[in-house]
């Protein structure tokens, strides 16, 4: 775990103590757009235009961000347009690794042995966190973005023209809604779990696990009679969820103390936790030795002997019985 500062890469755990124990993740630092025709998106500059084999993705399988771009290369019929590389699991001393073993992958770009030298690539004074996932242009020799929520917005309309995918995860009529949901999930639930855990005072962990699990509370209520946040429709704030209940049982419950209550103690939430885990192609994006191993022996603070626990038996396979909530 560390930093770059000013393209030197430098081992230091995030801090807390300027914020009384409450951990504070910083903004993404490269937010261009691939579009259709390289016109600029939102924010960054144009020139990304959607290409076939033009893009290349660094992920974590054990990354819940990464992990959402993932589902949206499946799902969006790009897996043989966007080429991806895998980091191991352990996140120690010279932040994400390269090594060809158990599911990771070598830097098929560049083989680099680092994470950062990658970063330092697109820009050689980097100064900030380096994470994944990362969007890599090949033609420019840049990274497009680092930011997950953008990078699923732009795989869920962008390269339709290629690939004919029809399916749409973020529809109009549904903007403003999906924005409001996506919100109140991120601070309470996907970023929710990490302020827990990672907390190193007492209030600063209650501050973050009571509203985190007044939001799983509302979602089960929610969820008892729609079979997706919206209904029938499946939106990117139903993966943006995915992303952290898949990781909960087996490692936020025990690892970042998130424990009032499990998934499996929710009917609902655990029906549909299982529900969007058997969507064809979901489930491969599911690499659990990778989530476990990284969480439990990569934040040696917070686990120092680098155990990791065997269980929970989970049985994401059961039938969900979710299509009677369909229409
Ligand atoms: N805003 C980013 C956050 C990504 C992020 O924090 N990734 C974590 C892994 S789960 C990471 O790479 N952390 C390394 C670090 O903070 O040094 C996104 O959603 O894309």
């Known amino acids: 775990m560390g930093r770059l500062v000013d393209g030197i890469w430098q081992d230091v755990w995030y801090d807390t103590k300027s914020t009384s124990g409450h951990f504070k993740r910083a903004d993404a630092s490269f937010r261009n757009w691939v579009t259709a025709d390289g016109a600029p998106g939102p924010t960054g500059t144009g020139g990304f235009k959607a290409e076939a084999g033009r893009y290349h993705l660094y992920v974590s399988y054990a ?39 158990e599911g990771a992958t070598i830097d098929h770009l560049f083989g680099s042995d680092f994470l950062w030298q990658v970063y330092v690539k ?47 995860m973020h529809p109009q009529d549904l903007h403003v809604e999906i924005d409001e949901i996506n919100t109140r999930i991120y601070d309470t639930v996907n970023n929710g779990v990490y302020k827990a855990g990672f907390a190193t005072t007492q209030e600063a962990y209650e501050s973050a696990v009571y509203p985190l699990f007044e939001t799983l509370d509302w979602l089960e209520e929610r969820l008892t009679d729609r079979r997706y946040l919206f209904g029938a429709r499946v939106t990117e704030a139903d993966w943006r969820l995915f992303t952290t209940l898949v990781r909960f049982d087996p490692v936020y419950v025990g690892h970042f103390k998130c424990n009032i209550r499990r998934i499996a103690d929710y009917p609902a939430l655990s029906a549909y936790l299982r529900d969007l885990y058997q969507t064809p192609g979901v489930a491969e994006t599911v690499e659990m030795r990778h989530i476990k191993h990284h969480y439990y022996r990569s934040h040696t603070m917070i686990n120092p002997t680098g155990v990791v626990p065997v269980g929970p038996q989970l049985n994401l396979t059961a039938p969900h019985d979710r299509e009677r909530l369909g229409a």
């Open 122 to 168: 697109a820009a050689p004074t980097f100064s900030g966190r380096v994470t994944v996932p990362v969007l890599w242009d090949k033609q420019t020799n840049t990274i497009v973005s680092n930011e997950s929520s953008e990078i699923i917005r732009m795989f869920n309309s962008a390269f339709d023209g290629l690939t004919g995918s029809t399916l749409d």
């Open 63 to 101: 990354c819940p961000w990464a992990h959402r771009t993932l589902i949206f290369r499946a799902l969006k019929g790009l897996k043989d347009l966007i080429t991806v590389s895998v980091v191991d699991p352990l996140m120690l001393s010279n932040g994400w690794e390269f090594h060809d073993r």
